[in-house]
C-alpha cells in the first residue's frame, strides 16, 4: 500500500488550510493535498472583511424580483450567464423556493452561529500562530445614496440584533464630517461595529506557514482525481499517484461538485458564484473603515498595504474569461461613492470562484456512505469569515469531540 497519512486534506484554500491547523492542533498528522499552490483560490483575491454583519442569507423574500431585474444585466451585481446548464437552473428554482421568511431566518440563525463563532475565536488565532495578515477590528460600514434601500437593510437589523449582531444607523451628514473620502449624497449609513478585516492573501498565505511550522506537510501541484474506501481509511488517486488515510477530508470549495462526482459521492448541491476585484496601491483618500456601497455592491477595503475593490455574483459555470465589463463596473461603481475611487497603481485584476450551497449554509460533516470521508464546503462569500470557526467544528467531528457548536443545520446529510 505504500506510506499512509493520518488526515489527507484535499484542498489548500483558506477552508482546508483551517481546517488542517486545527487538526494538528488536536494531534492529528495532515497532509494537505493541493492542485495549484496553497492560497491561490477564491481566499486569494476577496475583500477580506470578517463579517457576522452578513449572517442573513442571500436567499431572502423579494431577492427572486431582484435577480430577474439584474440577471439579464452583464454588468449588474447579480448576473446569470445565458446557457443551456440543466443543473444550473435546478440549482436556482432550489434557491428560489427557499426565499420565503421561514428558511431565511432558520439560516440566519445557522449563519449567525458559525459566523460568530469564527469571529470570537479568529484574534487568539492571529495571537497564537503568529498570523501577520494586518488584522483589525474596525468594523464594516454600508454606505447609502437612497433611503428606500436604507430602510431596507434596516428593516434586517431586528432579527440581527436577537441573534446578538449589534449594528447601528448613522445619518449620512453626519458620517460625511468624519469621513472625507465619499463624496456628498449620502444618504445615511448601517454600522456593524463587531466586524473586522484582515488582508486575506496574506491570511493564507500565513495559514500555509503555521501548518507547516506545526508539523502538516502541504503537497502542491497535486490534482485529486478521486477518492474511494480503503478498508479501514481512504485512498485519493492524485496526478501524483495514490495517497492512503485514515481519514480524508474534501474542501474543495467551488470545485467539490466535480470531485464529489468523480469519487462517486452523494451530490454536493453547490454551483461556482464568480466573483472579482482589483487590487491597487493606496490612495492618499482612502476610507477609513472598510465600506459596502451598497447600491453598486462594491465593497472597498483599505489596508496599510493596498487597498481593493470586490464583489460581484455572476454564475457563468467554471468561465475562465477574465470579464472587462465586470471589472469596470467595480470602479465605476466606486466613483459615485468616493473622491479618489481607485489606486495610483493597479496591481492585480483577479476572479476566482465562492462555492454558493443551495440553502446557502456550509457543507460541514461527514459524506453520505463513507466512514472515513469529510467535506467542508459551501462558504458562499464567507468563507474567511467562517474559516475558524469550521476548522474547529470540523476537527471536533473528526475527532469525535464534543462540538461548541450544533452541527446539524450544515450537516451535508440535510440534502440525502
Same mark, same amino acid.
Given at each position: ?87 444550473? &437552473? ?13 428558511? &431565511? ?244 485584476? &483577479? ?22 470521508? &469529510? ?42
Amino acid at each position: 500500500m505504500g506510506e499512509r497519512d493520518d488526515v489527507l486534506v484535499v484542498g489548500g484554500g483558506v477552508i482546508g488550510l483551517a481546517s488542517a491547523l486545527a487538526l494538528l492542533d488536536a494531534g492529528r498528522g495532515v497532509r494537505v493535498l493541493e492542485a495549484k499552490t496553497a492560497g491561490s483560490g477564491s481566499s486569494h483575491g476577496n475583500c477580506g472583511t470578517i463579517t457576522p454583519s452578513h449572517a442573513a442569507p442571500l436567499a431572502a423574500p423579494g431577492k427572486v424580483a431582484r435577480a430577474l431585474r439584474w440577471m439579464l444585466t452583464p454588468d449588474a451585481p447579480f448576473y446569470v450567464k445565458p446557457r443551456l446548464d440543466p443543473e444550473l &437552473w435546478a440549482w436556482l428554482l432550489r434557491f428560489a423556493r427557499r426565499c420565503n421568511a421561514r428558511d &431565511w431566518r432558520a439560516a440566519m440563525s445557522a449563519r449567525a452561529a458559525i459566523l460568530k463563532d469564527s469571529r470570537a475565536s479568529l484574534p487568539a488565532w492571529v495571537e497564537r500562530y503568529g498570523l501577520r495578515c494586518e488584522y483589525a477590528e474596525q468594523g464594516v460600514d454600508y454606505v447609502f445614496h437612497h433611503e428606500g434601500e436604507l430602510a431596507h437593510l434596516a428593516a434586517e437589523l431586528p432579527p440581527l440584533a436577537e441573534l446578538g449582531i449589534a449594528a447601528e444607523v448613522i445619518d449620512g451628514a453626519a458620517y460625511l464630517r468624519e469621513e472625507p473620502a465619499l463624496r456628498e449624497g449620502v444618504a445615511g449609513v448601517v454600522r456593524f461595529p463587531g466586524d473586522a478585516r484582515l488582508r486575506p492573501d496574506r491570511y493564507v498565505a500565513e495559514l500555509a506557514r503555521a501548518v507547516r511550522e506545526a508539523g502538516g506537510v502541504i503537497e502542491e501541484q497535486c490534482e485529486v482525481r478521486g477518492l474511494a474506501d480503503d478498508g479501514d481509511g481512504v485512498r485519493v488517486d492524485t496526478s501524483r499517484g495514490a495517497r492512503h488515510g485514515r481519514d480524508a477530508v474534501l474542501a474543495t470549495g467551488a470545485w467539490s461538485p466535480l470531485l464529489a462526482r468523480m469519487a462517486g459521492l452523494a451530490k454536493v448541491p453547490v454551483q461556482p458564484g464568480k466573483g472579482y476585484s482589483i487590487t491597487y496601491d493606496r490612495p492618499a483618500l482612502a476610507p477609513r473603515r472598510p465600506m459596502v456601497l451598497y447600491e453598486r455592491s462594491v465593497c472597498v477595503t483599505t489596508w496599510d498595504s493596498g487597498y481593493r475593490l470586490g464583489s460581484t455574483m455572476e454564475f457563468s459555470g467554471y468561465d475562465t474569461t477574465l470579464n472587462r465589463r465586470r471589472l469596470d463596473a467595480l470602479e465605476r461603481g466606486a466613483r459615485e461613492y468616493l473622491h479618489e475611487p481607485v489606486g495610483p497603481v493597479k496591481r492585480e485584476e &483577479w476572479f476566482g470562484w465562492r462555492p454558493i450551497s443551495v440553502d446557502d449554509l456550509p457543507i460541514i460533516g461527514r459524506v453520505n456512505r463513507h466512514r472515513h470521508a &469529510w467535506i467542508a464546503t459551501g462558504h458562499g462569500m464567507l468563507g474567511v469569515s467562517m474559516s475558524t470557526g469550521t476548522a474547529t467544528l470540523l476537527a471536533d467531528l473528526v475527532c469525535r469531540r464534543e462540538p461548541r457548536i450544533d452541527p446539524a443545520p450544515y450537516s451535508p446529510q440535510r440534502f440525502a
